[in-house]
């Protein structure tokens, strides 16, 4: 397998307002069209009533389907025990907030700590009685006007001293046991993936149906996949693409906290939010946002690769001893998602030692941390980890290990029928011309003359260099014999043996301009 186009880009960096409206998430979730949210919004302008009723009503997707949809949906704290979290934490938390964003409105308040308005305002209240806060008065706004508030000097004295705690300043933590109720809630094995599913992501390769046929089940079963076989055939596109198969919207908290210790947990470099969809044009706009806790993200389900850098450091929580809270460790991040191991046997710790780090999670689904104050705690392990190779498994693995890895699928040397399929992708970019003769030649080349196997990197890589070639001689890309040589050269350092092959005739060549 190579790339027959470039590769999926990394999720986009940027945080969104996620108090998405439902129409956009169900059409994000595949589960109704963009057309059937515009129709049932027309009838919500006309009758009122909620919009899921109206989808339901116009067929556009069954009861059941919408509460197990909005069954995943967070449902936001309806009062201040709903959170879970001792109230002065909160307060501290708010305080912070304010000094951090030099807040003054409750709106303001609202938005940067994700809670409802009316525990916020508990909160306010009780920072108004302890005399950090104070009332500036009503403000006007463009609709209303709002009450804000300003920070005494008890407020700034205090607000110093909790930095000195932990300087995290975002939005409300969620409790561990929200945390791990979501994931249930979510888990990867809740999607179906199909046959064209695989085939749509997998567009932009050259792969065969038996890959297919052995890459579905493994989806589905959520469980470890092991890719392997010799180098530049693909294996880490195919994972990518694995990765992306998955198509579902999952919830992803800003923060968790633990024993009063608070843990980040979105990261921007791994998590895409869902972008609402254009509304179709000439459409009303009036779609009433549900309700949603706002301390949770919608997001694709996440993907992460990490290759030879990867440590037994990463798979642990990371304290920071100046902000004093914890950063999650890959594998919660990618929570719901895929953990791709590129490169296995490469990383600088030993394969021994990473593979036993793995083993109770993918046993169990289940992974311990542990705080720097000494307690540890269980966290759910829902994803599904891609070990991705061109080392023997067998020298890497003991026989237990390769038991908890139940898929094993190995990328192998294309055949003729897809070299060339792939070597005719890459020359018509350029508008060269690939003749069988000039095919042949170069097969004969790889296989005979520097018995190599063919693999899914070399047409690209002799294409490439071929276009380099001619670029310098100041000549229009073509498949000239001595420059097919020069970069087949580069492929591997081999002397030709002394009865050699000879080279293409000068009517072949011409054949090839």
Known sequence: MLY????????????????MRLGDLLVRAR???????????????????????????????TQRDLNAFLHRMPAPPRSLADTDIDVNDLLSLLMKLI??????????????????????????????DRKLL????????????????????????????VLQQSRYAGPAPVTLD??????????????????????????????????????????????????YGPPGNGKTSVAVRLANVFTDVIYVPYSIIVDGQ??????????????????????????????????????????????????????????????????????MKVMGGCFIIDDFGRQLVSPKKLLNRW?????????????????????????????????????????????????????????????KQIFLSE?????????????????QRITQEKELDLAAFHPRFIIDQVIATCRFMSQTPRLESRYLEYAIDNLRVKRRPASGFAPLSSAQQASEV
């Open 4 to 19: 027959l186009s470039e590769p999926t880009p990394a999720p986009q960096e940027g945080i969104i307002d996620n108090r």
């Open 31 to 61: 589960l109704v069209t963009a057309p059937q949210v515009a129709m049932a919004l027309d009838l919500q302008a006309e009758k009122g009533g909620r919009l899921g009723d109206h989808l339901i009503a116009l067929g556009a997707i």
């Open 99 to 128: 000094d951090n964003r030099r807040l003054e409105s409750v709106r303001q308040f609202v938005d940067a700590i994700k809670l409802p308005t009316q525990i916020v305002l508990e909160v306010v209240r009780l920072a108004v």
């Open 134 to 161: 104070f009332s500036l008065g009503r403000r006007a706004t463009d609709s209303s006007t709002e009450m804000t508030y300003g920070v005494t000097e008890e407020g700034k004295r205090w607000t110093l001293d």
């Open 178 to 227: 929200a945390f791990t109720e979501q994931v249930s809630q979510q888990k990867l094995t809740n999607e179906t993936v199909t046959c064209d599913r695989i085939r749509r992501v997998m567009s932009d390769l050259a792969i065969s149906d038996s890959m297919v046929e052995q890459t579905g089940p493994a989806l589905n079963s959520g469980r470890a996949i092991l890719l």
């Open 262 to 331: 608070i843990i980040n947990v979105f990261d921007s470099s791994i998590h895409a939010p869902v972008e609402p969809p254009p509304a179709p044009e000439g459409t009303s706009s009036l779609l009433r946002r549900e309700e949603c806790d706002a301390r949770w993200i919608p997001c694709r389900r996440p993907w992460v690769i990490s290759g030879g850098e990867l440590t037994l450091e990463m798979l642990d929580l990371r304290y920071d001893e100046t902000a004093r809270f914890y950063e999650a460790p890959l594998h």
């Open 359 to 419: 083993i109770v999670p993918l046993e169990s689904r289940v992974d311990y941390l542990k705080l720097h104050t000494g307690k540890s705690f269980s966290i759910p392990f829902d994803e599904i980890v891609i070990f991705s190779t061109n080392l023997e498994p067998e020298d890497l693995m003991d026989p237990a290990f390769l038991r908890r890895l139940p898929y094993k699928i190995e990328v192998g040397p294309p055949g003729l029928d897809i070299f």
């Open 427 to 443: 020359c018509e970019p350029h508008s060269l011309t690939l003749t069988d003769e000039t095919f042949d030649f170069i097969v």
